[in-house]
């Protein structure tokens, strides 16, 4: 009943906010009311009531060109796959500059697994931007639930890692092998994705990049963790799961909403928010369209919310905050073809291993994601780096991202890329614009069935693998192949 009475207060709301929004128009400077005593103040109160009443839509990439070595490189999107709970996106570069083209073909390949917990995939935007001047992009851009038709099948915490692996498998196809980012909670699934391929005796991706992440959320926790471990599976089951009202094609699915997400994120810093709406009214009056602008994007990125199917939430809270399944050793996950799996990252052998964590951070606390280290004890040696000054979003977006974090990342990757991989890049026509033009036939998608049982729960839990230090330093079947064109390109976007 709850999400009903928000989208009727929404639907109330719309014609106020548009009638805000024009009203700001009329009192802005140069427009009929100008003139006006007061006029600019009433044009920045119109302004904001705009802002805080209107509905927040998903937001795009919007990134058109890079520069890479000085020249500008046009970005254009793909969708590579298209599953029913997410997408996989590839930010394709084109150039007619030859030096740079090679530049672009011998870039190691990065999956970016973007979060799935209340944001979309656009969080990572910088990130995105920032990982294309020096690599091939790819990034999971999970669906809003609410938008997912029921019979389009259930979404658990499985299905998640399956994924990522039929992910991960695509670009081993099409490049050899590839390495993973991951960005908050995805650090928990990406890491059992990757045990069980390696138990499995898959080729695993060549290195892995965990930031700010809560692998083991035991470790000094914060807020968000008191919340998930002192309440109730019950009571979240309770409290936070609603069913999708009339007039969206998720009809009936149960979800957690994206507007009680959005709650949760501004009840933990409400004096923060209520202090930026305020200097954003005062940059209003003042006439600081830059600053103005600035507020604009970042709201309109972090308002924009999007529903969780409820399976995959309460697995999640369940799996991650209160049995802590994954540093215990117990966590069993089901795969597309119904048998039961026990991740166990000591399995890894082959895949590097960076750790990034924020100093300030309030949303994994200080050691969650070093203790990945701590799970891999089978992988010779890894690095762990804190940002100093950075809070959680500073790691993987900003001045300290863009500064401090990326260049210890891209070195990272590019001491981990095989060098055979890169000669395969280099071998391929030099007179093509697009940066990667000869492709190994791509694995499809893995089938997973339409609706999922939920994991069985583990009947023993046997002792964590031992723990070791982390070395510390200053989230198939082949298809047809594709033929690569043999004419060059101009760039398009």
Request: glycine share 6%.
């Amino acid at each position: 009943m709850l999400y009903q009475l928000y989208e009727a207060q929404r639907s109330l709301m719309e014609p106020f906010a548009d009638f805000a929004q024009a009203a700001s128009k009329l009192f802005s400077s140069g427009a009929m009311f100008s003139q006006m005593p007061m006029s600019q103040r009433v044009a920045a109160s119109y302004d904001l009531i705009y802002r805080l009443g209107k509905d927040y839509e998903k937001p795009e990439f919007d990134i058109k060109t890079v520069k890479v070595n000085g020249s500008d490189v046009v970005i254009h999107e793909i969708v590579e796959i298209d599953k029913p709970f997410c997408q996989l996106r590839r930010f394709k570069r084109f150039t007619d500059d030859e030096q740079v083209l090679e530049t672009l073909k011998a870039q190691p390949v990065v999956l970016i697994v973007a979060p799935l917990s209340g944001h979309y995939a656009t969080l990572l935007r910088d990130t995105v931007r920032t990982m294309l001047q020096g690599h091939k992009v790819y990034i999971t851009d999970w669906k809003n639930a609410r938008l997912v038709p029921l019979s389009d099948g259930q979404f658990h915490l499985d299905d998640y890692i399956n994924d990522v692996q039929d992910f991960i498998r695509h670009l081993q196809a099409e490049y050899g092998n590839c390495h993973v980012m991951s960005v908050c909670q995805p650090t928990v699934p990406v890491l059992a994705a990757i045990s069980l391929m390696a138990s499995r005796g898959e080729t695993t991706p060549l290195s892995m990049t965990m930031m700010g992440g809560p692998i083991d959320a035991r470790k000094s926790p914060t807020a968000v963790n008191n919340l998930a471990m002192n309440k109730s599976f019950e009571w979240f089951e309770n409290n936070v799961i609603y069913r999708v009202p009339q007039g969206f094609p998720g009809e009936g699915r149960r979800v957690y909403p994206g507007f009680l997400q959005h709650t949760g994120f501004v009840a933990m810093n409400p004096d923060r928010h209520a202090s930026s709406h305020y200097d954003y009214f005062k940059d209003l009056i003042k006439g600081d369209d830059a600053s103005a602008e600035a507020h604009r994007k970042f709201y309109d990125e972090y308002n924009a919310v999007l529903d969780m199917d409820a399976d995959y939430y309460l697995e999640t809270i369940k799996t991650v905050f209160q049995e802590f399944d994954l540093v215990n050793g117990t966590w069993d996950v089901k795969n597309p073809e119904g048998q039961v799996e026990r991740v166990r990252p000591q399995d890894i052998r082959t895949t590097a291993l960076l750790t990034v964590e924020g100093e300030l951070d309030d949303i994994s606390g200080s050691g969650q994601t070093q203790a990945a280290h701590e799970l891999c004890t089978s992988i010779p040696a890894g690095e762990h780096y804190e940002v100093k000054g950075a809070g959680h979003y500073g790691i993987f977006s900003g001045r300290r991202w863009r500064d401090l974090v990326y260049p210890r990342v891209q070195a990272f990757i590019t001491a981990h890329d095989e060098q055979q991989v890169r000669a395969r890049r280099a071998a391929t026509p030099a007179d093509l614009t697009a940066e990667d033009t000869v492709k190994a036939a791509p694995s499809a998608a893995r089938p997973r069935t339409a609706a999922r049982k939920a994991t069985p729960s583990a009947a023993a839990r046997p002792s964590a693998a031992p723990a070791r230090k982390a070395t510390a330093s200053p989230k198939l079947a082949p298809t047809a192949s594709r033929k690569a064109s043999a004419t060059s390109r101009k760039p398009r976007a």
